[in-house]
């Protein structure tokens, strides 16, 4: 490479690690604006990602100043120590971080005293994320390792060529998860790097091998099969990494979708099946119910019952008929309940009322002389949640007028309860629920797996649309995506109970979703980390291979070069006739050693010095001319006589042959 091409490069270098400091800066810098004037476009670039940490502004400016200050490729002293400065700053706060991360605090300082809260899809907003603040802390290694003045050493190199590059290739992934649409970690109780943030870690992992490569720069050579540099290699192996991981990631991002239709497609069929088993449970209380109200038995025993309450063998009849609905399992109690609302027989004997919900009903059906199912309520004797289902007691006239009301109680906990919570296969998290719509709000209406006591006491406001209780009470079908009571990310199925104003929901968690799929993330992981390591290894060899057989050239040309100087050097010692080297401007470069015998002089005392003083005045023009031929020709053209000037100050003459060498 010439000197001019050198500092072409070393200027290209110089604008390049300018302009990636200055990148970063002004990216942390618009995130940290976007915090200060609340535009969440300048935090978060996108509608559905993590806003940038005011903490990862502050390291990624204090990256990009260091790197715009060592830009130039001899920075000045007082450039150094800010840039040193500033990457032990970066160094101690990325560390501190880290270690706050991996302990699962999070100290209000890192929001730099902005009003910041909340969480985005389980993740806490306005801190760092432990993979930001990693790099962050390998960046600001390798700065401190190169920024001393004439640092060298192979340590060094590795540490700047193995940081960077791991730096470039971890933002590289989080950029390209994002470009498939899959955040990485965003469905898991776990901080992800920004978008913007992923690109400054591509900026600054970048501008860290450029910095590596000016420490450690190999020899250049002209075109003809000599190595250019790691640069090349670099490139070439960024690449190679590049297509490797975007390889792995459409791998796993198809094993993704394969088991994430597999869990989608069992859940829908839980749910399906499910509902349309409460829809038919349902269906078969209230067809008990218009049993009753046909039941000619009923109506003539009842009236005969308030006709005459102190038969004793009409009591026991009675009794009899209702305990052996009770005896079903369905219903843990029954209740006669006459035109008056007044309870005439209870089984089993209990001094107790009906629920206030139950006497309301009742009061309902004497007036509308319709069957009813009371829906999911709370008694507040018992504290336990019932259902119950409600026929009218018509007379025996033409009217049928209600003289009174059969009510039967559902324990929920004796099938109801336990088949929705039953699962067919063994799970962690998975779950099935029971949910309506009570005014503003959804309203559980069966236990849950991590809140046994939550039937009837659980609600959710509309307004959290994310939640799949909201999404179906709102209309929502099928499989979603969405978060459940405990805010934890899910995968869910999303079914109505027909005619009835029941929703039937089945959900797993997407944590142990992707449990089952990290068993396949890691022989993915594996089977790339071993095309790096051989991809690598193979370019590695194929350079060591170049630079073998160019130092082997150039030891072998070395030696040619050397040989040859040795038969030339003896030519000249050994002629008879004296041999000298002229220079275009008629400098002697060389002259030999009989050169004593014409001149006078030592051999050594011509050497550096112009002909002209050795050549008589009359004959010097003659002497230009003739060298001035030789030297536009290349060719020998025959020979000059002259006289030559010896040191005692006679003449003699001398003719000289003549041919120039090429370079």
């Not at 935090?43 to 390291?59: E, K, N, Q, R, V």
């Not at 700065?143 to 940081?163: M, Q, V």
């Not at 450690?216 to 050579?221: G, K, L, Q």
């Not at 005896?327 to 209990?350: E, K, M, V, W």
Request: hydrophobic share 50%.
């Amino acid at each position: 490479m010439t000197a001019t091409e050198s500092t072409q490069s070393e200027r290209s270098g110089t604008v390049a690690l300018l302009a990636a400091g200055i990148s970063a800066a002004a990216i942390a810098l618009l995130a940290l604006l976007g915090w200060v004037l609340d535009a969440p476009a300048l935090t978060a670039w996108g509608a559905d990602t993590i806003p940038m940490a005011p903490s990862t502004a502050a390291l990624s400016m204090l990256v990009g100043a260091a790197l715009a200050l060592c830009a130039p490729m001899r920075p000045r002293s007082g450039a150094l120590r800010l840039a040193t400065l500033a990457g032990w700053v970066g160094a101690v706060a990325a560390l501190l971080l880290l270690l706050l991360r991996l302990r699962g605090e999070y100290w209000p300082v890192e929001h730099l005293g902005l009003p910041i809260g909340g969480t985005f899809r389980g993740a806490a907003v306005g801190y760092i994320s432990p993979i930001t603040a990693f790099c962050f802390l390998l960046a600001n290694a390798v700065l401190l390792a190169l920024l001393p003045a004439g640092a060298r050493g192979s340590w060094r190199r590795w540490l700047a060529w193995s940081f960077g590059g791991l730096i470039s290739v971890m933002g590289f992934a989080l950029l390209l998860a994002y470009a498939f649409g899959a955040p990485l970690l965003f469905r898991e109780a776990f901080i992800p790097p920004a978008f913007n943030t992923s690109l400054i870690l591509l900026i600054v992992g970048l501008a860290l091998l450029l910095l590596a490569g000016r420490l450690s720069r190999e020899p250049r050579v002209s075109p003809e099969g000599a190595p250019k540099g790691r640069l090349v290699f670099v490139v070439m192996f960024v690449g190679f990494a590049a297509a490797t991981i975007t390889g792995g990631y459409s791998y796993y991002r198809q094993e993704e979708r394969e088991l994430r239709g597999e869990a989608g497609r069992q859940l829908d069929v839980v749910a399906r099946l499910k509902a349309t088993e409460v829809s038919h449970w349902r269906k078969e209380r209230l067809a008990d119910a218009t049993v009753m109200l046909r039941s000619a038995f009923l109506s003539a025993s009842f009236e005969h019952f308030l006709q005459r309450p102190g038969d004793a063998a009409m009591v026991g009849q009675l009794q009899e008929w209702l305990g052996s609905y009770q005896a079903y399992g369905q219903y843990d109690r029954a209740f006669l309940i006459d035109a008056h609302g007044a309870t005439r027989l209870s089984l089993p004997a209990s001094a107790d009322p009906p629920s206030a919900a139950i006497s309301r009903r009742a009061s309902e059906v004497l007036r509308t002389g319709q069957v009813a199912l009371q829906d999911f309520y709370l008694d507040e004797r018992d504290q336990r949640v019932h259902l119950a289902i409600l026929a009218p007691i018509l007379d025996r006239s033409g009217a049928s007028r209600p003289i009174g009301v059969l009510v039967l109680r559902i324990d929920p906990e004796s099938f109801l309860y336990p088949f929705i919570e039953s699962w067919p296969a063994t799970s962690t998290t998975a779950e099935a629920l029971l949910v309506r719509r009570d005014g503003a709000d959804v309203l559980y209406l069966s236990d849950l797996r991590f809140d046994p006591n939550a039937a009837l006491r659980r609600r959710v406001p509309l307004e959290n649309a994310r939640v799949l209780a909201v999404r179906a009470v709102l209309g929502e079908t099928g499989g979603v995506d969405g978060l459940d009571y405990r805010g934890a990310p899910v995968l869910g199925s999303l079914h109505p109970i027909p005619d009835s104003p029941w929703y039937l929901i089945a959900h797993v968690d997407i944590a142990e979703f992707r449990a089952q799929l990290w068993g396949r993330v890691w022989r993915v992981i594996a089977f790339t980390i071993a095309l790096l390591l051989g991809g690598g290894s193979a370019l590695g060899l194929i350079g060591w291979n170049q630079r073998t057989r160019f130092y082997r050239k150039q030891a072998e040309l070395t030696s040619a070069l050397r040989a040859s100087e040795e038969r030339f050097r003896g030519f000249i010692e050994n002629a008879s006739d004296i041999v000298y080297g002229l220079t275009p401007g008629g400098i002697f470069t060389y002259v030999s050693p009989n050169w004593l015998d014409l001149m006078g002089e030592p051999a050594t005392n011509a050497v550096g010095r112009s002909f002209e003083p050795y050549v008589h005045p009359d004959d010097v023009h003659l002497c230009k001319e003739f060298l001035e031929r030789v030297l536009a020709t290349g060719e020998p053209l025959g020979s000059v006589d002259y006289r030559a000037l010896h040191r005692d100050g006679s003449t003699r003459w001398h003719s000289s042959k003549g041919s120039a060498l090429r370079d």
